[in-house]
């Protein structure tokens, strides 16, 4: 009998491909999401020392226009903190993508797995069938040569 030969092997590859290149640009959103998380903490820590560091010189009563310049820089650093929690945002918004785009490609490869697998036990079954009949016919020929033997 010929091999095991699955139908849909081609196929089959290009799902396994499709799902590693899901899980690795699921991985290249995460660690973007986590660049943007660290860029957005370290201008909230900053944000936070120039306003605490306003309100010191304004409690000590230094000149206006000093103030003044700090109070353009922490309007300043509250700008790219809101840019960089929109960059966040957008992150997260990649990572679901690619997390979408995974489950996506996992089911495609899965489904493909299983008809593999139905396709294999077919196979097998049909096999097993057929070296059966080959046995028997063997051993039905055996006993006929034999039954022969006796009778002559």
Known sequence: MKPFRFSLAALRTLRERQEKSAQEKLASTMIGRQRAAEALNALDRELTAARLDWQQHAAAGCAAAQLAQQQMHCAWLDTRCRQAEQALSNA????QSARNE???????????ERLYE????????ALSLAEQKELDDLVSGRFGLNTLRQLA
């Open 92 to 95: 997260e918004r990649a990572v």
């Open 102 to 112: 995974l489950v996506h490609a996992q089911r495609e490869r899965e489904l493909l």
């Open 118 to 125: 139905r396709q294999k036990i077919a196979f097998d079954r």
